[in-house]
C-alpha cells in the first residue's frame, strides 16, 4: 500500500507542478503582453504630444519669419518629430521635410548674417540691418503645407483620441 501512495503522491505533486508552471507562463505572457500594449499607448501618446508642441512651434516660427528677423527660427520640437514621419503618408512626409529644409536654411541664413555684421563691428564698420526675407519668403510658402500635415496625422487613427483603444499600425 505504501507504494501506491508514494506513486500517487509524487504523481499528483509532479502534475501539480506542471499546471503550476502553465499557469505562471500563461500569467507572464499575458502580464508580457499587457505591458507592451501599455508601452505602445504611451508611445502614442507622447508622439501626439510632440506633434501639439511642434505645430506651436510652427506658428512661432511663422511669426518670426513673417517679422523677417535676424532670430533663428525654433526647430527644437521640429527635430524631435522628424523621425515619427515615417508614420506618415508621402505628402505629408514631403510637406515636413520641405518645410525642416527651408526653416534649417533659414538658421543658415541668420547666424552668417550675425557673423558678418560682427566682422564688420570689429573692423569698426556699420554692418547695416540685413534680414534674411528671401528664406523667411520661403519658409512662409512651405509653412502651411507643414501645419496642416501635422494636423491630419494628429487626426490619423494612429493616434485615437482617447487614448485606450489600440490603433492600426499602418
Do not use: C
Not at 508622439?47 to 532670430?71: C, G, H, M, Q, W
Request: net charge neutral; glycine share 4%.
Amino acid at each position: 500500500m505504501e507504494t501506491i501512495e508514494i506513486f500517487t503522491a509524487f504523481g499528483s505533486s509532479a502534475l501539480g507542478a506542471l499546471v503550476g508552471a502553465a499557469i505562471a507562463l500563461y500569467s507572464t505572457h499575458d502580464a508580457s503582453r499587457r505591458l507592451a500594449q501599455a508601452n505602445d499607448q504611451e508611445q502614442r501618446r507622447a508622439e501626439k504630444a510632440a506633434l501639439r508642441a511642434a505645430s506651436l512651434e510652427l506658428d512661432v516660427a511663422v511669426e518670426i519669419a513673417n517679422e523677417e528677423s535676424a532670430t533663428d527660427l525654433p526647430i527644437q520640437m521640429l527635430t524631435t518629430v522628424l523621425p515619427i514621419i515615417h508614420h506618415m503618408t508621402q505628402e505629408q512626409q514631403s510637406a515636413m521635410i520641405a518645410y525642416s529644409q527651408r526653416v534649417l536654411r533659414h538658421n543658415g541664413r541668420v547666424r552668417r548674417l550675425v557673423l558678418y555684421g560682427a566682422a564688420k563691428r570689429i573692423r569698426g564698420e556699420n554692418p547695416g540691418a540685413e534680414k534674411p526675407d528671401e528664406h523667411a519668403a520661403r519658409v512662409r510658402s512651405a509653412a502651411p503645407a507643414a501645419k496642416q500635415a501635422l494636423v491630419e496625422h494628429m487626426a490619423s487613427s494612429r493616434y485615437p483620441d482617447d487614448g485606450t483603444a489600440p490603433a492600426t499600425p499602418r
